[in-house]
């Protein structure tokens, strides 16, 4: 024993130290990243976002430097807060709290404490800052509006939140996502993709070297320029016309799809949410609850479709083959169809056929034939369903697949929807129950981008493209198939032209006809929607939404819209009239009838917006 | 005897190992201490340039010890020793204090710590002590005299203070052992410390029973020697007074930062910035080396100067990082075998003075490089001692030359009359 205890400790020992060397270099791997950690920093170079064009080459949306202010927790040390925080215009709290975010975030990381200084305000805090150990001064850049225009269309770019980056592993705290809008749907190809350069470092933090000869580092990509389908020119017209209204106007070139214009009333400027202010207008936008300028109701608006609806009503039955073009119906100022149930109409000459029904708007002739379309079949439900299916060909009732992040699907009855309204078996319903269905007032509900849809489904005469927003990304035409695919509906070609016809003859001699375009052939169905709310636990008749649809030229038709403004009373009143200038301001560049132009403008419909909330402190209401 | 025979006679295994280690512990240092990528290596105000000229003096120090007659080193023992002591007391009136300890002469240009040097001087007069005839370690008067031998550089360095340097010198407990001390020594200063780092972890409650329980485990299944019922019953009283005091002097005897050395192993919550920043610091390094290490001059924790100490006490983590598995498995491979083979040669010694002298070589080398590696693989609290011909600094790399290469003038000169 006395002579093999050094052999025993020498072996022993040895054992035990390749042991844990075996543990530590072999087994378990967390030193490597904490090694990386330690030792190399990541340098980000951040791309300039892409720039957002309009179809004609009109810059919409380009960059503004702007200069964050980092923290990098870890290496602060201690230094005069109530100083750092007046350079950098904060209360000494919030600074606290701002490092302590940051230091919960990651103490190895940086974090921003004070984003987006102006350029002056860099200037002074620069000089500054090499007092401060641990902050350092990140240039970013910003978005720069050019147009104070399609906010809701163009969205905007915030820091991305803690959801973000734990759902995408690209962003990191103080990166910018884009929100809302094209900036949401098109993020990707935007934001480029951001370089990082890796240095090794030393404890006392300096940069020693590139990490492996540059091995991991990555250029940054630029991000790429987009171009909408958007017309600024109309766009901005539109939101002039919309001033003081809401509702939401969506205009769509037949051939294409491409959406030339979407504005929804009322909107916001689109600089309130650039910079270090955007959070809090970004709140009172937000809280807004009454005029909702963050709500688009271009897309997301649901309303029942009213008159325009005609038109298809109309189509089914031609397609369905119960009707004769020249078919006479008299109306006697409403239809009569049951015991005690009338649907009533205004007066108009009588009798109307088709044609004429359509100009007349006659409730009693498209009341009649949706009877006939739907009793064709030997049950409603079977009616239904087929009426239903033409309806969704027309891309109604569904999201429509443009290529914005909001929307809303609408709706559109089918056999099993009125099975379970009625409870069927139990009861049964015939055609008559869903009659409000032939004029637009029914179960069917259409959001204004989808009645422009249809719309320019009828004015190319049985089909349409997808609407969309993105024409070009870095100047090549988009080839998305779901854009460049023809979507055909169910109604035969021959079956459009007397439907045209008879929307034509709305501004020969029907409902429209003081709002005729001069030189332009123009078709179009005016429209009103009733509208009913709750107020104080009532509910009360509001007055209805005007509703304009309209397409021109009336032969290889330019642009295809659909007008919708809460209130606005009849279709012509205010829709008709904003249609109608829109089409004139995109096919001719100039407004002639510039009486009406300024009858438009200078109307106001916020009296009318107010009457629900009549008797209330306004104050309290934005609050709820 | 001319200084031919002794070329031809020099145990030349012993000395490649060594070679080897020195080179490989150069390589390290200089990747720790560059600063610049075009560095010139004889560059005397760089540490790398520095150890380059310690090694060649080494080289010159280990002609001039083996040049010296063996009857030299027996015959002075004793005066060396007092040289020695005399130098360790000179240090603490004229040596120069840096980072709280006075453990330095200072020349001008570098310092010498006598320490390093009077551990070969103890070693002699332990090898003199003991190889006199009469002396036999299994009689306490004895003991207690070559006690005295180790007790008297031990208090002398503590009061530098360096409770480093002088826990070296428990590592004579190896030689003394062989020569004879009681097995008791070694049974109770293992169970002490067994039991001393068991108690700071476990709790004093917890050991305290499982000791007794063994001990009641052990005595049923010794029946036959019933007789000797006392003895356990001492043995478990010392144990369990032992283990109760430990909280008593691990507060009272160790010093704060000593506390947290131990603390650091032992608890499972420490503060990587603080206390244990050293250790993590290492053991990133040596973690993030891998199986074959991110290549010398190449590991990012080395070259960005993370670990403290790094080319001192810490070398170890250079190795680990830059050479990873292989590297490191490879020294203390080198280290086992050169320990192995001053042991083999310190068997086949004839006088019993040689063989004690080599017994202490092989203890205090074996301490260093036990007591550094499992510092720095995170296996035992800090104690600053370095590791052998690797960490930078003339003194230690001198005074192992000195302790190896008196030795191997031992063996080499082993057969003649003695």
Redesign the interface.
């Known amino acids: 024993m006395r002579k093999i205890l050094p052999v025993l400790l020498v072996c022993i020992t040895a054992l035990i130290f390749l042991a844990r060397l075996v543990y530590i270099q072999l087994i378990d791997d967390s030193y490597d990243d904490v090694s990386k950690n330690i030792a190399i920093r990541k340098v980000f170079d951040y791309p300039q976002r892409g720039y957002i064009y309009d179809r004609n080459g009109e810059l919409l949306v380009g960059n503004q430097p702007a200069y964050d202010v980092m923290v990098i927790p870890n290496e602060l040390e201690s230094f005069d807060t109530l100083e750092l925080a007046n350079l950098l215009k904060l209360t000494p709290e919030r600074l606290k709290e701002q490092i302590k975010k940051a230091f919960i975030y990651s103490p190895k990381l940086a974090s921003v404490i004070t984003p987006q200084l102006t350029k002056s305000e860099y200037a002074y805090v620069q000089e500054k800052m090499y007092k401060y150990k641990g902050f350092f001064i990140q240039k970013r850049s910003l978005r720069d509006y050019d147009v104070k225009h399609s906010s809701n269309i163009l969205g905007y770019i915030a820091e991305v939140n803690n959801r973000d980056i734990s759902k995408n592993p690209y962003y990191q705290s103080g990166d910018f996502i884009g929100r809302q809008g094209v900036e949401q749907q098109y993020e990707e190809e935007l934001r480029g993709q951001r370089g990082v350069k890796h240095f090794l470092r030393d404890r006392f933090n300096r940069n020693i070297k590139s990490f492996k000869n540059g091995a991991f580092d990555t250029l940054p990509q630029k991000g790429k320029d987009i171009t909408l389908t958007i017309d600024s020119k109309l766009q901005a017209y539109g939101e002039l016309l919309m001033k003081n209204k809401r509702g939401g106007i969506v205009a769509i070139q037949p051939s294409s799809g491409e959406i030339l214009s979407l504005i929804t009333a009322p909107s916001y400027d689109p600089d309130l949410l650039v910079g270090r202010k955007r959070s809090r207008n970004f709140t009172r936008l937000y809280y807004d609850s009454i005029s909702k300028p963050l709500y688009n109701r271009a897309l997301q608006a649901v309303y029942p479709p009213g008159s325009p609806f005609k038109a298809l009503t109309g189509l089914i039955a031609l397609q369905e083959n119960v009707v004769e073009i020249e078919e006479n119906f008299k109306c006697y100022g409403g239809y009569t169809y049951g015991r005690g149930a009338r649907m009533g109409c205004h007066a108009h000459s009588s009798p109307v056929a088709l044609i004429s029904g359509i100009a007349y708007s006659c409730n009693t002739y498209f009341a009649q034939i949706y009877r006939r379309s739907i009793e064709k079949f030997e049950t409603p439900q079977e009616g239904i369903d087929v009426w239903a299916k033409h309806l969704k060909s027309f891309g109604l009732g569904n999201f429509l697949g443009y290529d914005l992040p909001v929307g809303r699907a609408g709706l559109v009855p089918d056999a099993e929807y009125y099975n379970r309204a009625y409870n069927y078996p139990k009861y049964k319903w015939y055609a008559t129950a869903t009659l409000s269905n032939a004029i637009g007032q029914g179960e069917v509900l259409t959001t204004p981008i989808q009645l422009a849809n249809v719309t320019a489904a009828i004015a190319n005469r049985g089909w349409f493209y997808k609407p969309h927003i993105l024409k070009e990304i870095d100047g090549k035409a988009i080839s998305e198939p779901k854009y460049t695919e023809k979507q055909i509906t169910t109604i035969d070609q021959q079956h459009f032209e007397p439907i045209i016809e008879g929307m034509h003859d709305v501004f020969n001699y029907g409902t429209a006809r003081f709002l005729r375009v001069p030189g332009i052939e123009v078709c179009g169905k005016t429209g009103t929607a009733q509208n009913k709310a709750r107020i104080n636990g009532e509910i009360v008749e509001l007055e209805d939404h005007s509703i304009f649809v309209a397409f021109a030229p009336k032969e290889n038709p330019k642009i295809a819209i659909a007008v919708f403004v809460e209130n606005g009373g009849y279709g012509s009143t205010y829709a008709g009239r904003i249609s109608s200038l829109m089409i004139e301001k995109y096919l001719k560049d100039k407004i002639e009838r510039t009486d009406l132009e300024q009858w438009v403008l200078n109307q106001s419909l916020e009296e009318e917006y107010a009457k629900p909330y009549k008797n209330q402190d306004l104050d309290t209401i934005s609050q709820q | 005897m001319g200084a031919q025979k002794t070329i031809l006679q020099i145990d030349w295994l012993s000395i490649m190992l060594i070679a080897l280690l020195i080179g490989f512990g150069w390589g390290n240092i200089y990747s720790t201490t560059l600063t610049s990528a075009d560095a010139n290596i004889f560059d005397f105000s760089a540490i790398y340039g520095k150890q380059i000229l310690f090694i060649a003096l080494g080289f010159l120090l280990v002609i001039v010890i083996t040049s010296i007659e063996v009857k030299f080193y027996e015959r002075f023992a004793s005066i060396i020793y007092l040289l020695a002591i005399l130098s360790l007391v000179g240090v603490l009136f004229f040596g120069k204090t840096i980072a709280g300890q006075t453990a330095w002469y200072s020349f001008g240009l570098f310092s010498i710590q006598p320490a390093e040097f009077v551990k070969a001087a103890v070693a002699l007069a332990m090898a003199k002590y003991l190889s006199e005839i009469q002396v036999s370690l299994k009689l306490f008067k004895y003991q207690l005299k070559a006690f005295f031998i180790i007790a008297v550089p031990v208090g002398l360095i503590m009061l530098q203070p360096d409770a480093g340097s002088a826990l070296i010198y428990a590592s004579f407990i190896?030689p003394m052992?062989?020569e004879?001390l009681p097995?008791w020594y070694l049974t109770i200063s293992i169970s002490a410390a067994v039991l001393f780092v068991l108690t700071l972890k476990f709790g004093v409650i917890i050991v305290s029973v499982i000791l007794i329980l063994i001990l009641v485990l052990a005595y049923i299944l010794n029946k036959n020697k019933r007789k000797k019922l006392w003895k356990y019953l001492v043995i478990g009283l010392l144990g369990v007074g032992f283990s109760f005091s430990v909280s008593y002097i691990f507060n009272n005897v160790l010093l704060p930062h000593q506390q947290d050395r131990f603390e650091v192993l032992l608890s499972d919550q420490v503060d990587i910035k603080g206390s244990a920043f050293n250790l993590y610091?290492s053991?990133?390094?040596?973690?993030?080396?891998?199986?074959t290490g991110k290549g010398w001059l190449k590991g990012?924790?080395t070259?960005?100067?993370?670990v403290p100490e790094q080319h001192t006490d810490y070398i170890f983590s250079t190795v680990?990082e830059e050479w990873?598995?292989l590297g490191?498995?490879i020294i203390?491979?080198l280290?086992?075998c050169l320990?192995?083979r001053l042991?083999y040669l310190a068997?086949r010694q004839k006088s019993q003075f040689n063989r004690v002298f080599g017994?202490s070589v092989?203890?205090i080398l074996?301490f260093h490089?036990?007591v550094n590696?499992?510092m720095v693989?995170?296996?035992f609290p800090t104690v600053g001692i370095p590791l052998p011909f690797f960490s930078y600094g003339g003194s230690g790399l001198w005074g192992f030359l000195i302790l190896i290469f008196i030795f191997l003038k031992f063996d080499a000169k082993r057969s003649s009359l003695n």
């Open positions: 190896l052992y062989r004879g097995h610091q053991q990133v390094a040596i973690g993030s080396g891998g199986l990012t924790q070259q960005g100067k993370f680990g990873g598995f490191s498995s203390i491979i280290f086992a320990i192995l042991y068997e017994y092989i203890g074996f490089f036990f590696i499992a693989i995170g296996l």
